[in-house]
């Protein structure tokens, strides 16, 4: 089963936050990931007897008024280690692209990940994604720490 949340339970949340750290991802905060801030739309996807296996987000976090009014960040893709090989974390991607875009109007999209994570470069490329060499993303972590894998 799966499904799209721009709410998400307290259960939900927890959920997606403990795969998302199970995974190496940095996890949304509860207020972010409720839409509280910024709109967000998480997706999910359970296996038959209920276990969440896969999710990604989107979030509109740039301001209108900035050079990256109408574009949205598609990130925090994550899918248990249990499950990979399996195309999931493509299939979350694609839907919470396509019931974002529904959502929320955007033209533009921008994912992040390290570029020796192979897997996760795939799985953005499937969505479409490529890099551009116009963009760079800078991130502060405290050293030894990393954002994302």
């Known amino acids: 089963r ?7 339970t307290d259960k939900i949340l927890e959920d997606v936050q403990t795969l998302n750290a199970e ?10 990931a409720r839409s509280d801030i910024i709109p967000t739309l998480t997706a999910c996807l359970w296996t038959t007897d209920a276990a969440l296996v ?3 987000s989107v979030n509109a976090r740039y301001h209108q ?3 990256f009014a ?14 990979r090989g399996m195309s999931l974390g493509k299939l979350v991607n694609a839907q919470v692209l396509l019931e ?3 959502a929320m109007g955007w033209a ?6 390290q570029p020796d994570n192979i897997a996760s470069v795939k799985t953005i490329s499937a969505a479409g994604f490529t890099r551009n060499p116009q963009l760079v993303t800078l991130g502060i972590v405290a050293k030894g720490s990393v954002f994302t894998r």
Not at 70 to 81: D, E, L, P, Q, R
Not at 108 to 113: D, E, G, L
């Open 54 to 56: 896969a999710t990604s």
């Open 65 to 67: 008024a900035s050079r």
């Open 23 to 32: 995974t190496g991802v940095a996890p949304y905060p509860g207020y972010y």
């Open 70 to 83: 109408g574009y949205v960040f598609k990130g925090s893709t994550s899918v248990k280690a249990t499950q």
């Open 100 to 102: 974002s875009q529904n």
């Open 108 to 113: 533009h999209a921008i994912s992040q990940v």
């Open 2 to 8: 799966m499904a799209c949340f721009d709410r998400p």
